[in-house]
């Protein structure tokens, strides 16, 4: 018999396979016929995720060693930070994602929702959802790729970058860069390969887990695009879905239709307001994170001492960077555009040929599509391409400060 690993959802599926990798998938949805093998990847995500939390910390520790010193470099503080940040965003998430019941239910919704198809769901609503299932497989790979490359060019570039020979006094000092900025309880240059081996791997695994975890949280987040334009559709086609199920024996089909319909709209309200009861508050630090991020990446770019490898890879990391934030905030705000869409839908339809109880109905649901779905930061605002123009201000302040203070 073959041994099922991954859930049956077509939604989840890439999400699944790219997450599992570092067991950032929640652990239930594996191996649900192979309990013996469910258990080693509930120990083996245990593993990971501790791992990845020390080596976190002993960012932290870099940090502050850095900032406790006489002399504070800011190019060295920024190099820290530029990663930190990000790595302390993912960790946390991947920790609500382990921790929360509520991201366990809402997989669940997901692939119930697949799975508990009705006499609806033909091939052209079908065709609607595998266009978004096509889409955002797309973005997921482009994403990966954005992520994983910078970082396995940095871990090439360092390696083959010859040390700096310096004079202190009498002495001769001899520095070769690392591939990021972490603590280590011995002298990094004097044991500079053992340190190295360690930083590739770490590094490896801070960048996949961070890409992993946005992938993740990119396909949560654009979940509701997939499921409102079929719902437009439905809506638009009101009158040919009653007919259909008339013609199946429906006991009054047009209400019948039209309750599906409440239904699931009303299923797309309740999934959105799930997410920001337990992803809100972190979409806060995200925010502000992504500023000080990007800022702490420009702050790198003087010309003085930079050479042509580390403009190279301060360029992918930008733009790696600059990839995960419109992601994140512009599958938000197609949230917002197509949860709109479904009172447009609704006037398109034909509910001037239902019936009044009906028609009063369906001007509910066009009341309710006046209010738009959003994705929340915390209690400071939404989730919108204006968070980016917002963003991007922010990390103009903090860039203004970096080089007035330093």
Known sequence: MT??????????????????TLGIFPWKFLFQDRKFYQKLYRYYSIFILTWYIGFVVTAYIELFVLLSGETIKMEEVCTNMCLTLVFTCAGLRACVMRYGNRLDDTIQSIIDTERNTNLLDDENVREYENKYISVMRTFTHCYAASVIIPDAQRSVFVAITSPQITEVGNVTVSYKPHIMSSWFPFDKQEHYWPAYWFQVFDGSMGASFVAFVDIFMFNLISYPVGQLTKLQH??????TYQDKAWQAGVQQADLSVLNDLVRRHQKIISYVD????????????????SSVQIASVLAQTSPDNLTLEEASFIVCFFISMTIRMFLYYFSANQVIVESRKVAISVWESNWYEQRPEIQKSLLLMMIRAQKPLCYRIGGFGIMSVESIIAIMKGTYTYITIIYRGY
Not at 7 to 13: A, F, H, I
Not at 274 to 289: K, P
């Open 3 to 20: 041994m099922t690993i991954y859930p049956k959802t077509e939604n989840m599926r890439l999400t699944a396979i790219y997450s599992s």
């Open 274 to 289: 799930v997410y920001n009861n337990y992803m809100g508050t972190f979409a806060i630090f995200e925010f502000i994170q």
């Open 234 to 239: 439905l809506i638009r086609n009101l009158k």
